[in-house]
């Protein structure tokens, strides 16, 4: 079984940034993607950035590319979201999941329990 564990959320300004943190326990299959997901009040869960496990290629959602970056570390364990030049629209749960998909969040099949990352202007 697969347990997710986000970490690094918090209350930040705009303009600042932070770096969320997902530690993965359990057994994951080399092919799979590890991906930042976003829930904002009253939205669908939406597709911010993925990673592959077996490579360290990377693919991003419109909305975020060149102010978030994902990576992950050698044993592709932990993954990392960087968010720069944070703005009050990026309020919301950040979840972090891993599975076959890539954009879709029903195409993955194991979520963390999300961290809360909140942006006052």
């Known amino acids: 079984q697969v347990q997710l564990e986000e970490s690094g959320g918090g209350l930040v300004q705009a303009g600042d940034s932070l770096r969320l943190s997902c530690a993965a326990s359990?057994?994951?299959?080399?092919?799979?993607?590890m991906g930042w997901f976003r829930q904002r009040p009253g939205k669908d869960r939406e597709f911010l950035a993925t990673?592959?496990?077996?490579?360290?290629?990377?693919f991003y959602a419109d909305s975020v590319k060149g102010r978030f970056t994902i990576s992950r570390d050698s044993a592709a364990k932990t993954v990392y979201l960087q968010m720069n030049n944070l703005k009050p629209e990026d309020t919301a749960v950040y979840y972090c999941a891993t599975g076959p998909g890539l954009t879709t969040a029903r195409d993955y099949t194991n979520w963390g329990q999300g961290t809360q990352v909140t942006v006052s202007s």
């Open positions: 990673i592959r496990r077996n490579s360290f290629s990377t």
């Open positions: 359990g057994r994951i299959f080399s092919s799979h993607v």
